[in-house]
Structure formats: structure tokens, C-alpha cells
């Protein structure tokens, strides 16, 4: 079943080129828009959601570190052979043989799309339906299973989960960060205003 579907989802690469370079342009700019999607987290909300926001912002970044984390001891201990070393696939961007399982892009995507779910955050859906999207880029272009990117949202999902549950032991390593940012910048006018002084009352 899972080579299946995915036969199924990467037949359709080759045949229309605009849809090529899409789903090529969407899994080659993942790690682009998460650092647009944090700074977007951390600046952009108004003064009265800021603090929550960048809390969001924070617990996201813990959630892809566990996730990738656990990932990278998964492919210690496992290999899986990607679907253009197993067969003959359309492959659309080059990729190092490693193990396909689980999917570091999943995994990185769906840590952010589950914290933001999990924090109820205004744009949890977009996000959501974004790593969606990127899931099925990753076995569009053939790089990966749908196996690999359903091992990717469960690590995550579990990832995003305990660091959530364990907000309050973290507390102290969310302050040391706000700490860190303060120092840096508040001798820079653009981004004193962002400063996180008392702020861990109005999450």
C-alpha cells in the first residue's frame, strides 16, 4: 500500500511542467519560509498578542529540535532505502541516498503546524494545510513514502505535545532566550519595542 500511493501521488510528476516546478519550489523553500514563519511569529502580531506569539514561536523551534532529535537517532538504528534507490521512480531534485524514514521536512513542518495547533494560534490552519502540502511535495518529487511523512507527523505531534505538557519546566529556558534577545537588541530602536521584560504573564 505504501508504494502504492505513492505511485500513485509521483505519476503525476513529469506530465504537467508548472506543476513540477511547483511542488519542486515548494519542498526546496521549506527551510526559507519556517524562518519567515518565525520572525513573521515574532514581530508581527500587535502589542497585545506579542508575548503569545512569541512564546508560539519559541515552543515551535523546542518541538522541530526534539522532533529532528528523535529523527536522526530513528536513522541511526534503521534504514529504509528511498524510493529512487528501490525503484524506478520520477525523481525531480537530487537527493543523498540516506534512509527515507522518517522525513526531516515532515518532521520539521508538522512541529510547527502541531504547536500551533496545539497553542490554538490564528493561523494554525494555513500552517497546517502548508505542511500538508510539503508532506506530499516530499513523494511528489520522489524523495520520499507516504510512510515517511506519516512517521514525520506522528514525531511531531508527540514532539509538539511534551513540550507543551512540559511548558513549565521550560519556563526558565523560554526566559534565558528573552533574556539573549533583550541584550542583543536593546541598543537597536527597531527592536527594543520587542522586548520581553514581564511578559511571560500575558501568554
Not at 501521488?9 to 506530465?15: P, Q, R, V
Not at 515548494?26 to 519556517?34: A, F, G, K, R
Not at 530513528?74 to 543523498?96: D, K
Not at 507516504?146 to 529556558?173: N, R, T
Request: a positive charge; aromatic letters at 16%; one cysteine or more.
Amino acid at each position: 500500500m505504501n508504494y502504492e500511493i505513492f505511485q500513485w501521488i509521483n505519476g503525476w510528476s513529469g506530465h504537467f511542467s508548472y506543476l513540477d516546478k511547483g511542488m519542486i519550489f515548494i519542498t526546496n523553500s521549506v527551510p526559507y519560509v519556517v524562518i519567515a514563519l518565525m520572525l513573521f511569529l515574532w514581530f508581527i502580531a500587535n502589542k497585545e498578542k506579542r508575548a503569545e506569539k512569541q512564546y508560539t514561536a519559541i515552543y515551535a523551534v523546542f518541538s522541530c529540535l526534539l522532533g529532528l532529535f528523535i529523527n536522526a537517532i530513528l536513522h541511526l538504528v534503521y534504514y529504509h532505502p528511498r524510493p529512487f534507490v528501490a525503484y524506478h521512480v520520477h525523481q525531480l531534485i537530487l537527493h543523498p541516498a540516506d534512509s527515507s524514514f522518517v522525513s526531516d521536512h515532515s518532521v520539521l513542518v508538522f512541529s510547527i503546524a502541531c504547536t500551533m495547533v496545539l497553542r490554538n494560534d490564528s493561523w494554525k490552519y494555513p500552517v497546517l494545510v502548508w505542511a500538508i502540502i510539503v508532506g506530499i511535495s516530499r513523494i511528489f518529487v520522489g524523495v520520499h513514502y507516504p510512510a515517511d511523512v506519516i512517521g514525520g507527523v506522528l514525531i511531531s505531534y508527540g514532539a509538539s505535545i511534551f513540550v507543551m505538557q512540559s511548558s513549565k519546566k521550560l519556563e526558565p529556558l523560554v526566559q534565558v532566550v528573552f533574556y539573549m534577545y533583550d541584550r542583543v537588541t536593546k541598543h537597536i530602536p527597531f527592536l527594543a519595542k520587542y522586548s520581553h521584560k514581564n511578559l511571560s504573564q500575558e501568554r
